[in-house]
């Protein structure tokens, strides 16, 4: 069965220090990985995802993820935390299986809220 | 370009009553997803509509039902509501199915059963 898992609901990290958001999952297929940020007052936003190639991938405000199969693993890295990533961070995950039709569904993890603290 | 909408973006409802929320995609994006967040549960998907078909549908009662117009856009339907039903609906558009495209987020509908 898909799944995916954010095995820490709180994340606390000092302004200039690098913070990893931690991220696994459970598919049967190929795993198409994405991770989401939710502001303050503000809706989801795309960050990055992995469908295929590079394991790592770079996406916006300075966040980059690794994707590592072995691990089933997609943790979400920064080298040097801001103040204004505070934020509520989702993992999600779609199973294309083996045929890639993608007919299954996508799947969020709770999430993790990440406080970077001046 | 314009980003997702919804409407309205509060309502308050009592036990038993139905609700219809409304999204609006952004312009060439054919699918379009809604969620349930809540703070215990977090974000869960409720179902997904490309090009007006239902591609997918999570783990819902029937009391919540969906449709989506040529033009894409997307009505939620949620009847005989409880006190669970208290949560903040987000609707997503994308060029392809979710999950292969990357998703925008409305603001939400915050819905609260009284």
């Known amino acids: 069965a898909q799944s995916v898992a954010q095995p820490e609901d709180q994340v606390n990290v000092a302004e200039g220090n690098p913070l990893t958001v931690k991220c696994t999952y459970s598919?049967?297929?190929?795993?198409?990985l994405f991770w989401y940020v939710q502001y303050p007052n503000r809706g989801l936003q795309f960050l990055l995802k992995?469908?295929?190639?590079?394991?790592l991938v770079k996406g916006s405000y300075g966040f980059e993820a690794e994707f590592n199969k072995s691990q089933t693993s997609f943790h979400l890295k920064k080298p040097s935390a801001l103040v204004s990533d505070s934020a509520l961070y989702f993992c999600?995950?779609?199973?294309?299986?083996?045929?890639?039709?993608?007919?299954?569904?996508?799947?969020f993890g709770t999430g993790t809220r990440l406080t970077v603290i001046p | 370009k314009a980003g997702v909408t919804q409407t309205p973006r509060y309502l308050i409802k009592t036990r038993g009553q139905q609700v219809t929320l409304s999204c609006s995609p952004i312009?060439?994006?054919?699918?379009v997803s809604w969620y349930q967040q809540t703070p215990g549960q977090g974000l869960q998907f409720l179902f997904e509509?490309?090009?007006?078909?239902?591609?997918n549908k999570g783990n819902f009662p029937g009391r919540f039902s969906g449709r989506q117009f040529s033009n894409s856009r997307s009505e939620m339907n949620v009847s005989t509501l409880e006190l669970g039903d208290s949560a903040l609906y987000l609707c997503?558009?994308?060029?392809?199915?979710?999950?292969?495209?990357?998703?925008?987020f409305g603001p939400g509908t915050r819905l609260t059963v009284t």
């Open positions: 997503a558009s994308s060029m392809g199915l979710a999950g292969v495209d990357e998703q925008y």
């Open positions: 598919v049967s297929g190929n795993p198409y």
């Open positions: 992995y469908i295929t190639g590079d394991n």
């Open positions: 999600a995950v779609r199973d294309m299986g083996p045929d890639q039709t993608g007919a299954n569904n996508l799947f």
């Open positions: 312009s060439g994006h054919r699918s």
């Open positions: 509509y490309f090009s007006e078909t239902q591609r």
